[in-house]
Structures are given as structure tokens and as C-alpha cells.
């Protein structure tokens, strides 16, 4: 046995490291006078702290928003003296005697800047989490030239990322403004409610939330009293949990709880389409990012140093890193208690042997897709507490919330009536959210503790940690005609579900069914497959597996048009 202990501190002190050294610096304190939104304002802060933390933390100006925190996404765009800077990136102590301008020195609900109004008017927000950022880039162009042409637009919008609208309403939005600045309209109105709607161009009802910061994501929300969540996470991909030792970190001053698997009372299982993962790992971890501890104390830099001082003892298991070792004769299993396999899903209609026999042509190609992450830029966040009457409440981003609830109260051992789950608005998903992933930990601690409670990932533990996209492994078989009359259809799917099912069974059968694609197959024999491995856990991502499987249904049929010298575009409304 190999029992290792400092690595997994090791691997997530990188993850973690900001807070770890802020901690340290605590005793190299400044005075930082600066003007906020033409306000005289003035902290004590470690000059090193970034001026995005500043703005959330010490002034309360959660309209900024921190999405990579590693100056990638553009959501903390401020203004200093005029000019746009990445907050996350920028020390406060830069700031000295400075002018900041963050979305709240923009524009208000009550009165709204122009570019506010036109990205509400233009459709330029959808889950709002970038906007802003957006804003606050798009006014430093404005301020330069009220003529920006698209490709100004385009190329002063570069640093920014938008997971949701696509970008052309957003450049839309400017050239709005922009047209209003020059005089060319009196004003910019918003159609948000009233009757006759249908068929009609309507602005969103939180679309001049969003864009004027007033939004509260889960991260934003004020809560008094609340104690800070840090989660330890497995170092490895594979490996059994022989021992932890929380001794020390529990004697830390401001550490509240540090909690294991054996605190939770419930099933310690989140219950949703899967029935495999563990809020807390108990005596195994299946993947790199899989979490063991939670620590709560009164802040994230003491909650971030007691994971430091966490012991465990980890004998590390031959990992299981790829379909062809998850399925072979006698392969290490993932689960102990299960194969490797854990889903089939087989579509036939016809006779495939017969139809291959009558074709003229049979083609037979191989195609794969890769892991994918959501992308989503409000990072998973959430508080709970325990409301007066005696519920648990948790309030986070998410996408299922009724099943959510039922999930929490199983895996926590509560009845439903006792568990609310408040769904805050949510800075993006695309089906990253379906699962539970804040949810679980927070209760654990709220229950504990009997104070609120908050959890914010960072960027580097929301692509550890939740979901991704399955990547599909596909052997396509086509027969058809001299003419490009299909056939039959041969087509196996099995799909990477990594460490843990979430929604691969809804995926694989979403995949299956549309494993034709639009055309008629008069014989096809689909079949798919789920496995596990010590990957990243997949679940549902838009599309659920149809455009994994689109990609080689396509594919096959150009390489088909090829081979009979056919129009592509013909042989497909043949069929
Ligand atoms: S660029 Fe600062 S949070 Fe992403
Ligand atoms: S609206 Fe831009 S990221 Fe969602």
C-alpha cells in the first residue's frame, strides 16, 4: 500500500493559491483612497488583493462580475481613469487616487444609460452574467468614437466572452447606441410588457437588471452571519481513502466544521438521473476533483488554509482512463459493486443483413468526439440556511429544482417537506446545472452548523467538478443504391460516462434515436453503450448526444455523395 497525503494539498493549493497567500499577507494591511462611481471611497486592504475582490467584497458592488478570475472572460471589465481593466488581474493598489467606474456608476434601474437600454432593446442579454462586462468595454469604445464600425466593434469586444447570445445582437446593441448618440433617433424604448404580444418583438423582463448589475446571482446575495465552504478534492484518479485526519485544521482559529462523508445522515448519494455519486466521498474517489472534505469557517482564506492542513491517506488504484480498458476481460471496475458497463440502449427496425445484401455500395467509417465543458461563466455558487420554520433552505444556481429538492433531502436523510431549494438566477448552464453539484455540500454544512452557509467554486473546480459532454466513439456502417437509396444503417455508439452516470442514460437514448439523423433507413440496427471511467463524470449538454451522433451520421453520408458522385445536398432529399 502506498498511503500518500501532502499531493492532494499540493494539487489544490495551485487551484486555490490566491486565497492561500492572502491569508499570509494579512498582516501587510494599506489605507487605498480612490473615487467609486464619483463617490470618495477609502479601504484597508492588502495592497496585493485584487480591485475585483475589493469591489464585490469591501464595497459591495456585486454588479461586477468574476467568471475566470485568470483574465480569459472579460465579466469584471471596470473603468479606471477611463480606461477598461481586467479587475481580477489588477492589484488595488494600482488604484490609488484613482477614478473606478464600475455597471453601477453606468447607468441605474431608474435611470438607465443609453448602452443599458440597448442591449435590453436589441436582445443582447440572455442569462446576463457577461453583460456587465460588455457594458462597460462598449462604453470605452463609445467614449472614443460614436462611428465604430462592425469590425471596431468586433475587435474592442475581443476579450470579452459570451456563452449565450452568439455575439451579433451584442454588436447590434452598440451600433444602437452608437445611432443614438449621433442623433440619429430621439430615444431608445423598450417594449417590456402589454398586450398584443404575440408574433412582436419583446424585451426581456430582467433584461435592465442585467444590464445595469442589479441582478443577484447566488454569489452576489448578502447574507449575514454566513460561514465560507472549502472543498478538499481527490488528488487522483483512482484510489481507495484509508484515512483522514481533520485534527489540525479543526483546531484552526475561525474554522467551524470540517466535514467527511460520515457527518452526512442521509444516503450521502445525489440521487438524480444517476444513483452513483457521493456528496462526500466515503471510501473511494473515482476522479481527479472528486470531493472528500468540506470545510466552513468565517472566512474563504481560513477555510482555504484548514484544507492545507488536512491530512489523508490515499492508496492509489490502477485508474481506468479508456473505453477499451473500462471494457476488457477482466477489467478493473470503477464501482465495485457494478460493471464497467452501465448502459445499453439498442434501436432495430427491419432487416439490416438483408438491406446491406440488396446495396450496391457499403461503406463503413469510424468517427469520435471529444470531452467538452459547458463553459458557463457564472462559476457554481449557493448559500443555505435554516429558515425559522425549521426548513433547510438552499438557494443556488441550477436548472431542475423540484428534482434537486427531492435529491438533497434523500441524500441528507430529511423529509421533502423539510428542504426548500430556491433557484437564483443562473449565469448560464446549458445542462451543466441539471446536476446537483453545490447543493449537497451546502445543506450538509447549513444542518451542521445551523448557520448560514456559502459555497462559490472557483473557475478551476467548476471544470473539475461538474459535467461535461460526453465524447462518443462511433463505428457507422451505410448500404445504399447506385442512385443513393439508403439501405441499411449500422451504428454503434459507446459513449465515455467517466467516473459517475448523472444523465448518460437519457443522453445515449437521445443519441440513438437520432442516430439517422432526418432520413429514412428502411433497415437500421443503433445500439448504445455507456461505461464508466476515472475521466471527469459526463451528463447532459445541449443536444444530449444528438450532436455528437449528427456529426458522423453527416459525415458518412458526404464520404457516401463521394464514392457514387452524387450532390451531397441530392442524396439527402432523396432520402
Ligand atoms: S477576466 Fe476577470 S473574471 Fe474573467
Ligand atoms: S448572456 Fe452572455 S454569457 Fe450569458
Not at 472579460?74 to 492589484?91: H, I, K, N, Q
Not at 465495485?336 to 443483413?353: A, C, M
Given at each position: 500500500m502506498k498511503a500518500i497525503s501532502s499531493q492532494g494539498r499540493l494539487f489544490w493549493s495551485m487551484v486555490e493559491g490566491p486565497c492561500i497567500k492572502s491569508f499570509r499577507r494579512l498582516s501587510k494591511m494599506q489605507e487605498i483612497r480612490f473615487i467609486v462611481n464619483e463617490v470618495p471611497r477609502r479601504?484597508?486592504?492588502?495592497?496585493?488583493?485584487?480591485?475585483?475582490?475589493?469591489?464585490?467584497?469591501?464595497?459591495?458592488?456585486?454588479?461586477?462580475?468574476?467568471?475566470?478570475?485568470?483574465?480569459?472572460?472579460?465579466?469584471?471589465?471596470?473603468?479606471?481613469?477611463?480606461?477598461?481593466?481586467?479587475?481580477?488581474?489588477?492589484?488595488?493598489?494600482?488604484?490609488?487616487?484613482?477614478?473606478?467606474?464600475?455597471?453601477?456608476?453606468?447607468?441605474?434601474?431608474?435611470?438607465?444609460?443609453?448602452?443599458?437600454?440597448?442591449?435590453?432593446?436589441?436582445?443582447a442579454i440572455q442569462c446576463g452574467f457577461c453583460t456587465p462586462g460588455m457594458i462597460i468595454r462598449s462604453k470605452s469604445l463609445l467614449d472614443k468614437t460614436l462611428s465604430p464600425t462592425k469590425e471596431e466593434i468586433k475587435k474592442a469586444l475581443q476579450p470579452h466572452i459570451c456563452r449565450c447570445t452568439g455575439y451579433q445582437k451584442i454588436f447590434e446593441a452598440v451600433e444602437l447606441a452608437a445611432s443614438y448618440f449621433r442623433r440619429e433617433m430621439k430615444s431608445i424604448k423598450l417594449k417590456l410588457e402589454g398586450k398584443n404580444t404575440i408574433g412582436k418583438t419583446v424585451t426581456r423582463i430582467d433584461a435592465l437588471e442585467k444590464a445595469t448589475g442589479t441582478t443577484l446571482y447566488a454569489a452576489d446575495l448578502a447574507v449575514g452571519g454566513c460561514a465560507h465552504i472549502k472543498v478538499l478534492r481527490s488528488p487522483h484518479h483512482h484510489a481507495k481513502i484509508i484515512h483522514i485526519d481533520t485534527k489540525e485544521a479543526e483546531a484552526i482559529p475561525g474554522v467551524l466544521a470540517v466535514l467527511t462523508a460520515k457527518d452526512v445522515k442521509g444516503t450521502n448519494i445525489l440521487k438524480m438521473a444517476g444513483d452513483d455519486q457521493p456528496i462526500l466521498c466515503s471510501n473511494k474517489v473515482r476522479f481527479i476533483g472528486d470531493p472528500v472534505v468540506a470545510v466552513a469557517a468565517t472566512s474563504e482564506e481560513i477555510a482555504s488554509h484548514a484544507l492545507e492542513k488536512i491530512e489523508v491517506a490515499y492508496e492509489p488504484?490502477?485508474?481506468?482512463?479508456?473505453?477499451?480498458?473500462?471494457?476488457?476481460?477482466?477489467?478493473?471496475?470503477?464501482?465495485?459493486?457494478?460493471?464497467?458497463?452501465?448502459?445499453?440502449?439498442?434501436?432495430?427496425?427491419?432487416?439490416?443483413?438483408?438491406?446491406?445484401s440488396e446495396a450496391d455500395i457499403v461503406l463503413e467509417k469510424s468517427y469520435s468526439t471529444q470531452t467538452v465543458e459547458h463553459g458557463y461563466l457564472e462559476n457554481d455558487s449557493g448559500i443555505a440556511y435554516i429558515h425559522e420554520n425549521g426548513q433547510l433552505v438552499v438557494m443556488a444556481a441550477g436548472q431542475n429544482i423540484h428534482a434537486h429538492r427531492k435529491t438533497i433531502a434523500e441524500a441528507l436523510g430529511l423529509g421533502l417537506e423539510k428542504v426548500r431549494v430556491i433557484q437564483t438566477p443562473t449565469g448560464g448552464a446549458f445542462g451543466g446545472k441539471l446536476d446537483v453539484s453545490?447543493?449537497?455540500?451546502?445543506?450538509?454544512?447549513?444542518?451542521?452548523?445551523?448557520?448560514?452557509?456559502?459555497?462559490?467554486?472557483?473557475?478551476?473546480?467548476?471544470?473539475?467538478?461538474?459535467?461535461?459532454?460526453?465524447?462518443?466513439?462511433?463505428?457507422?456502417?451505410?448500404?445504399?443504391?447506385?442512385?443513393?437509396?439508403?439501405?441499411?444503417?449500422?451504428?454503434?455508439?459507446?459513449?465515455?460516462g467517466g467516473a459517475y452516470k448523472s444523465f448518460s442514460n437519457s443522453v445515449i437514448q437521445r443519441g440513438v434515436i437520432h442516430a439517422q439523423g432526418p432520413y429514412r433507413f428502411p433497415n437500421a440496427h443503433v445500439y448504445g453503450k455507456a461505461v464508466y471511467t476515472n475521466t471527469a463524470f459526463k451528463g447532459a449538454m445541449r443536444g444530449f448526444g444528438v450532436p455528437q451522433v449528427a456529426f458522423a451520421i453527416e459525415s458518412i453520408l458526404d464520404e457516401l455523395a463521394s464514392e457514387l458522385k452524387l450532390d451531397p445536398l441530392a442524396l439527402r432529399m432523396k432520402n
Open positions: 479601504v484597508i486592504v492588502d495592497p496585493q488583493k485584487s480591485l475585483l475582490k475589493v469591489i464585490r467584497e469591501d464595497l459591495k458592488l456585486t454588479g461586477t462580475k468574476e467568471g475566470c478570475s485568470a483574465g480569459h472572460c472579460g465579466t469584471c471589465a471596470v473603468l479606471v481613469d477611463g480606461e477598461v481593466v481586467l479587475s481580477c488581474r489588477y492589484p488595488v493598489a494600482k488604484t490609488k487616487d484613482k477614478e473606478i467606474t464600475t455597471i453601477e456608476g453606468i447607468g441605474t434601474l431608474k435611470n438607465p444609460h443609453p448602452l443599458q437600454l440597448a442591449f435590453a432593446k436589441a436582445g488504484l490502477e485508474p481506468v482512463m479508456t473505453l477499451e480498458d473500462a471494457l476488457k476481460e477482466g477489467a478493473v471496475r470503477v464501482h465495485d459493486d457494478r460493471s464497467n458497463l452501465f448502459f445499453e440502449q439498442p434501436i432495430i427496425h427491419g432487416d439490416v443483413g438483408k438491406g446491406f453545490v447543493g449537497g455540500i451546502l445543506g450538509l454544512a447549513a444542518l451542521k452548523l445551523k448557520r448560514p452557509v456559502r459555497l462559490v467554486y472557483t473557475r478551476s473546480e467548476t471544470f473539475a467538478a461538474t459535467p461535461k459532454r460526453h465524447p462518443f466513439f462511433m463505428k457507422v456502417k451505410v448500404g445504399a443504391k447506385k442512385d443513393g437509396t439508403l439501405m441499411a444503417l449500422d451504428f454503434d455508439v459507446t459513449a465515455d
